[in-house]
C-alpha cells in the first residue's frame, strides 16, 4: 500500500529550541514533496515545497533524501506561534499520473 | 493576496439528500482539486480537475460524487446521496501547475454533517 507515513508526536519543546520531524514515503517513483502546517480545525496552508538540493526559507530548512524516500522539515528558534501540525504531502504515483498523498501529520506544541 | 473562498462554511444535511459545495479557486490557477478530512483523521484526496475535466480520482470519489466548473470561477463538488460516513470538512485547492510540481492553495473549507 502507497503512504505518507508520520510520527504523530507531539513535538512538545520550549520557545527558541530546534526541531526536527521526518516523513518517510512507499514510493519510490514520487515526483514532488512539500510540508504544509495546518491549525486546529483549519484548512493546510503551504510552508514549503521540497527540492532535491534541499532547501531553507526562513527558520525552516527541508530536505530530501530520494535514497531512503524520507524528508525532512527543520524548525530552528521555534516561536509560539509555530505551534500548529505539519502535514507531509507526496505527489504519488508514475508515468504522468500523480495523486497527492498526505501523511496523517506531526503535531508541534511550542511553550514559553 | 488571492485566495480560494469556499461556500458555505457549515452545511448540514439529512441522510440521502444532495448537497453542493461551492468553491471559488485562485482567478489564474488551472488545476483544481477536493480533499476531506474526517474529524481526527488525515487529509485524502478525492479528486483534481484541469481543463473542464476529471484527471485523477480516488476509490472514496465514487458514483456519488461529481464535480463541475459551471462558470469561469465556480468550482462544485455534488454527493448525490449523503451517508452518515460522508461527515467531514471537504476542502477546495487550486494550483498554477499540475501535481508533479504545482504548489497547492486551500480555502477555508466547508464542514458538512450528515444527520
Known amino acids: 500500500r502507497k503512504e505518507v507515513e508520520q510520527d504523530p508526536g507531539p513535538f512538545n519543546v520550549p520557545e527558541g529550541a530546534t526541531v526536527a520531524f521526518n516523513c518517510t514515503y512507499s514510493n519510490s517513483a514520487s515526483q514532488s514533496f512539500f510540508w504544509y502546517r495546518q491549525d486546529c480545525r483549519k484548512e493546510p496552508k503551504l510552508l514549503m515545497s521540497?527540492?532535491?538540493s534541499g532547501n531553507e526559507d526562513g527558520r525552516f530548512t527541508a530536505q530530501l533524501n530520494r535514497a531512503s524516500q524520507y524528508i525532512s522539515l527543520l524548525i530552528r528558534d521555534s516561536k509560539l506561534s509555530d505551534s500548529a501540525t505539519y502535514l507531509c504531502v507526496v505527489n504519488m504515483g508514475s508515468g504522468g499520473s500523480y495523486i497527492p498523498t498526505f501523511g496523517r501529520g506531526t503535531s508541534l506544541i511550542v511553550h514559553p | 493576496e488571492p485566495e480560494v473562498t469556499q461556500t458555505p462554511s457549515h452545511q448540514v444535511t439529512q441522510m440521502g439528500q444532495e448537497v453542493i459545495l461551492r468553491c471559488v479557486p485562485i482567478?489564474?490557477?488551472?488545476?483544481f482539486y477536493w480533499y476531506r478530512q474526517i474529524l481526527g483523521q488525515k487529509v485524502e484526496f478525492l479528486v483534481s480537475?484541469?481543463?473542464?475535466?476529471?484527471?485523477?480520482k480516488s476509490e472514496i470519489f465514487d458514483d456519488q460524487f461529481s464535480v463541475e466548473r459551471p462558470d469561469g470561477s465556480n468550482f462544485t463538488l455534488k454527493i448525490r446521496s449523503t451517508k452518515l460516513e460522508d461527515s467531514a470538512m471537504y476542502f477546495c485547492?487550486?494550483?498554477?501547475?499540475?501535481?508533479?510540481?504545482?504548489?497547492?492553495?486551500f480555502g477555508p473549507g466547508t464542514r458538512l454533517t450528515v444527520t
Open positions: 480537475f484541469y481543463n473542464n475535466e476529471i484527471s485523477e
Open positions: 482567478s489564474n490557477h488551472l488545476y
Open positions: 485547492a487550486s494550483s498554477g501547475q499540475g501535481t508533479t510540481s504545482g504548489e497547492q492553495y
Open positions: 521540497v527540492y532535491s
